[in-house]
Each structure stands twice: as structure tokens, then as C-alpha cells.
């Protein structure tokens, strides 16, 4: 039997793990509660998760929202205990990735991973994903799909009927057993080997879904382009501990982050059910003429260092004379790089100069990340509105191919992360920007 170390004073009002799942109706008027089998799971992993560690007599083995479903405060709580937990165990099912709520949780909770990642440059594997209803792999969104985990080490029925088919019937009774005990072993391994830390409480309402569009609906495109300097083409003077050999290996968060920039990009957007490329600006072959329609949507990162070197600086200045607003542009700089803010006037204006149109192009959020991303922490929480904004003009602008033998076409749908559905003209706000500005109102008309 795994025991865990002696868990450190703070620790001790962390859940070990945040229990995930989708809300089943209940069938018929005064039927049961169909979702009592799924507590008495809860209660099952709890007593062996108290039984494998050290937790004290009052200490939360675990979290599921049954108990502030009908209270106040729900989504406070929710973002409260999703930036504590140490795991979180997803309940796969059919229903669970139809739940846009279920997206938003664990949308919330693979931000820590990521960032934790970016912290320490090691992995942070703190999802442990259960079975209630085998899914087809097929009808996996990307999140969970990138999941390695091996379901096969709880037991054959366990794969074949999940613990609301091992927990319904007696016949399988002892196959239940072992799965939930299995299950709480690997969630207190995990706890323990990670040692995630905690997180910024999130807004629950207004997290994005990392579950995006549905599978049948094919992967979604999305671009992450760096523009960045090497250590070695830095202008005199300026401290190359923020540049490696490759622009992609640019890190404007050094040093409270470990991992390039484009990494830590590349993870948050896949984090929202993208398919996600990267690449350098300088080796990128670009597409000038803004009056093609775009291939795929895009994010630019842009380095205001960068804008030093004349050559590079004439072609993000060709860049941004060109119509191109399925690209967001984002600019991150540390505000604990002392470099960059003995510089600020300077870098700013010449930005200014080279990109008048992205510097004011779009909704407030696309706005304010070209403007300047100060933290780690900002650019996590600014990163989805600027890739659903481009996601969006992207489909705007795109170029609709009729179907095969004619007939009526439309302009393709796709629901963003943040729950607006790509194709049509509804306006959904986000935190930052209140009301349609003027280019997304008539370019929604085209």
C-alpha cells in the first residue's frame, strides 16, 4: 500500500482530488437520484485516500460539487477548490464531454498544470481520468485524447463496463473493489509526485470550455507565430538570459518561468482544443497580400526587442499594413525585466510606429495584449480572448466551398472556447470588452 509523506501544514485543507463529472437527469417525475452512484464512488475513494496518507481527522480527502449545488456561492467555491486540489479525476462519459461546465473545470485546472510546467520545466501529469460510461476514442475531444493513461491496469471490466456498470451490478462487485482501489492509489501517487502548487482563483463563469467543438466536427487550426531575436543578433548591451539560439526559444518571463514562451503558448491553446503549430516569424514564408483569404487563424508573439533589427522591423511593418484581422497580436514583457522598463518609452513608440494597425485592431482584449502582457499570470488569463478573437475572424473571412452537386451553403460553425459559436453574427462578451466594436460589427456583415 502507497503511503504519502507527512503533508505539510497548509497542505492538510487541499483536497487530494476534485472529482469531475456530468450531472445526470433524473428520469421521470420522482424517479431517483441517478447521481448517487457517483457519491457513493466519492465516498469509496475518500475513505482509501484517508487510509493511504497521513490526512488528519477533519482534513478534505476529496471535492465533488453535490454538497453546494443548491447553496450560494457555487462558483466561488468551484474556482476556489480548482486552484487547491492536487488531482483531478475526470468521470469519462458520453454526457461529461457534452457538459460545457465539466469543460470549464478542467479547462480551469490544466492552466495550473501548464503553468506549473512553465515554473519548473518539468511535467505536471495531475489529471487522473476515470471511466463511468466507456467513450469510443473517437468521440474523445484533443484534451482528453492526449491522455496517457493506461485504463487496462484496473481491470478487463473495468474497460469494457466502467464503474457505473461495476457499481450497478453485483455481479461485479469485486471488480468495482479493485478499480475504485486501483483509482485512489493512483491518485495519491500522483498527488504526491507532482506536487502541483496552488493556483489564481478563477471566475468558474467565465472560463473557457477546453472541450471546444465536437470531434465529428474535425481539429480546429490555430498558428502560434514567434518574433523574437537570438542571443546571438541582440543590440548591445541588452542581457541575452531572455534568448537562446532559436527565436523560439524566447522566454520574456525569465526568471520565474523555465520554459520558452512558444511552449508554454503552444500547451495553453492546445489546452482549449486547438491543433496547434509554431514557428518563427523570420523563417515563416508570409502571405503579404491581406486580400487572399487565410488559411488558418493565428496568433503573433511579438518580441519589442525584436523591432531593433531594421530588416525584421520593415516586415512586421509590411505585416501590419496588410488587412489581416484573423491574426492577434500579443506582446509580452516582464515587468520585473529592468532592461525593458528603463526602455519603455522607447520600445513602445517604435512598436507603435511599426504596428499602428494591430495596436488598435479588434475588441478590447486583442487591444490590450498588443498594448503589452506584463506576467505570466496576464498572459494566461488574456491568451483565450485573443485566440477566440482570431478563431472568429478567421471564420469571417475564410473561403466557403460549396457542397458537392450544389446547393444551399453556409459559412462554417465552429464554437469557440469561450462558448461563441463561429459563423454567425450573435456578439457573446467577454470579461474585458462590453459591446461589439465597430470592425467586428462590419466585418460580422461580410
Known sequence: M???????????????????????????AGGPDPDMWVERLFRDLCGHVMAMTDLPAGAPAGF??????????????LGEVLASCRVFVPLFSPRYFASEMCGREWYAFEQRTIQHQAYTNRPAEAIVPALW???????LPGPAERLQFNHRAFGDRYVTDGLYGLIKLRIFAEEYERAVYELAKRIVSVADATAIRPGRHVDYRLAPSAFGAAP?????????????????????GRDDAYYGDNPLEWNPYHPISARPLALVAEDMVRSLNYQTTVSSFDEEVLHLDGKQPPSRPEVLLVDRWALEDEDRRARLAAFDAEHRPWVSVVVPWNRDDHQSRASEVELTRRLEETMPSKMRQGRAACRAAAKGVPSMEAFGQILPQVVEAAAQQYLRHATVYPPAGGGHTERPRLVGPMGTDFGTTQYIPDRLDHAPDAEETDDSQS
Open 2 to 28: 502507497h503511503a504519502s509523506a507527512q503533508p505539510r501544514p497548509a497542505d492538510q485543507h487541499r483536497p487530494y482530488f476534485f472529482l469531475s463529472y456530468a450531472h445526470t437527469p433524473r428520469y421521470g
Open 133 to 139: 460510461v466507456p467513450v469510443p476514442p473517437e468521440q
Open 64 to 77: 465533488m460539487d453535490r454538497e453546494i449545488r443548491s447553496g450560494e456561492g457555487w462558483s466561488e467555491r
Open 216 to 236: 465529428s466536427e474535425g481539429p480546429r487550426p490555430m498558428h502560434v507565430t514567434v518574433a523574437a531575436p537570438t542571443r546571438h543578433e541582440l543590440p548591445e
